[in-house]
């Protein structure tokens, strides 16, 4: 039987007691952080509860680890000159039990959480309660675009480089900006024109490959009102750094309305030029000329 | 030992200097700067550097590149009306996406063009969009929501001649904006996005706002 008896008995009494403590100042710490990607949209939000989560149970982890260490360096450091072989150790089967067994419900406690997650997403999703969602199938041609579902339709457009965005429920209207109404669903149809890109609303908590060829569906419910930042986080040339724009905006469902009003309006005499709104586009002319 | 020491050494001397030759010579280069006094820049885009006809550059090492020219740095005051002339003199290539067809972001909301027909008259106008797949190049910084499509000489326009596009728009404050051309208009290379594409001082620029 496994046994602490004199000092190793006051060593372990003192550091469980040291380890208890700044665990829970640690936990505390970690729980007044405001985590990325924020609280924008139900799947921000999602994405920053997931993040609390895994900080709170690696806080106790961490600091044990670090304990160990620092305590190991002021009570069992080499006293003297002389170099002397600290005493045998042998396996000890319930600290290895005790190890395994405590990582073993760690990460299944965080498998079942992301297993629980996706599986309520699924479920919201076959029921119709979009926007719980953080991402779907990419398969080429799986499109539903145009579809007049609960959700409101806006396709990304990758292109070296630049993104813009064309609104499937309004004639497909192509604009420069990213604007969405506060508190609806939205299914991103996300694809490029060109090579890899990656279109990264931050703030929103999105970030979804934009290829050539492929419709990568993604949702996201904005559900606070303000402005969020888009860029590229796929390196794609030259100016991939500065793929990017600042001037996301979450408005109001008037407010939106409005201002799809004014975009189909300012953009009538392009709109005639414009594809059909399809799932995706292949890069086309392939080149000079062509 | 001397043998190994001396090709050590040798190895060691070989990298700096091809180090020293990579940063001095490739990644330190940069095109001139165009410095506009005034608040007006006059631009020519050729199908290639070879043809130039206001500004050649005949020792260029890219010479079949498709390219604007003079510079494409260059240096405007800000928060001013930038006056533009492009002369633009290679044929369509067409737009990837045509809403790039539309003019954004200048005064007025448009450009004015002195063009040829298609058979070959000479012809003028502001336009606030063209038929994409007439597109040669555009002209467009993001960050100041500056789009301009620009219209390919027409195959029967006289030889030697451009289009004549002006345009104005508005700097913000300070700051280095990226500007582009949409069309894939680097011939021979991936989906025409390469090579003067993605090259400072063809078809590759930089807008000095100060």
């Known amino acids: 039987m496994f046994r602490l008896e004199g000092q190793d008995r006051v060593h372990a009494g003192r550091l469980a007691v040291i380890w208890v403590i700044l665990s829970v100042i640690g936990i505390v710490a970690a729980l007044q952080i405001h985590y990325p990607p924020y609280d924008n949209s139900v799947q921000g939000a999602d994405q920053s509860k997931t993040m609390a989560l895994m900080t709170v149970l690696a806080v106790p982890i961490f600091i044990g680890v670090v304990l160990m260490l620092v305590y190991s360096a002021i009570f069992f450091r080499r006293r003297g000159l002389e170099l002397v072989d600290g005493p045998p150790m042998l396996g000890n089967t319930p600290v290895q039990v005790a190890w395994i067994g405590i990582s073993a419900v760690v990460v299944l406690f965080l498998a079942v959480v992301g297993i629980t997650t996706l599986a309520s997403s699924s479920a919201a999703q076959a029921v119709g309660a979009a926007g719980r969602a953080i991402g779907q199938s990419g398969e080429t041609g799986s499109s539903t675009a145009g579809g007049q579902g609960p959700e409101l339709q806006v396709q990304v457009v990758a292109q070296q480089w630049y993104f813009t965005y064309r609104y499937a429920d309004y004639g497909g209207v192509e604009t420069t900006h990213l604007y969405l109404p506060l508190n609806r669903p939205v299914e991103l149809h996300v694809t490029s024109l060109d090579i890899i890109h990656s279109f990264w609303a931050y703030q929103l908590g999105v970030k979804a490959d934009a290829n050539p060829g492929v419709d990568n569906v993604f949702h996201v419910t904005p559900d606070k009102l303000g402005g969020f930042q888009v860029r590229c986080a796929e390196l794609c040339g030259i100016w991939h750094g500065h793929m990017a724009d600042s001037d996301g905006r979450v408005v109001s469902q008037s407010d939106f309305d409005a201002w799809i009003a004014q975009q189909q309006k300012d953009e009538a005499d392009i709109q005639k030029a414009l594809p059909s709104y399809a799932p995706y586009y292949f890069p086309e002319p392939l080149t000079k000329g062509s | ?210």
């Open chain 2, 1 to 210: 030992m001397l043998g190994r020491l001396a090709f050590v050494a040798g190895s060691v001397v070989a990298v700096i200097v091809a180090t020293v030759a990579l940063v001095g010579l490739f990644m330190l280069q940069r095109p001139g700067t165009l410095e506009g006094p005034s608040t007006s820049i006059h631009l020519e885009t050729v199908a290639a550097v070879g043809a130039a006809i206001e500004w050649p550059r005949p020792n260029d090492p890219h010479l079949d590149w498709v390219s604007y020219l003079p510079t494409t740095i260059l240096r405007v005051p800000a928060n001013s009306t930038i006056n533009v002339q492009i002369d633009q003199e290679d044929g369509a290539t067409g737009l990837r996406n045509p809403f790039w067809g539309k003019v954004f972001g200048t005064d007025g909301g448009n450009m004015h063009v002195k063009y040829f027909d298609d058979k070959g008259n000479p012809q003028e106008g502001d336009m606030t969009s063209i038929d994409p797949t007439l597109a040669a190049h555009t002209f467009a910084v993001p960050d100041l929501g500056v789009f301009v499509p620009l219209l390919g000489i027409s195959d029967n326009a006289p030889a030697g001649s451009a289009n004549i596009i002006t345009f104005s728009f508005k700097t913000k404050g300070p700051g280095v904006y990226r500007w582009q051309c949409f069309v894939p208009c680097a011939a021979g290379t991936v989906f025409g996005n390469g090579g003067p594409m993605q090259t400072l001082g063809y078809m590759a620029g930089e807008l000095i706002v100060s």
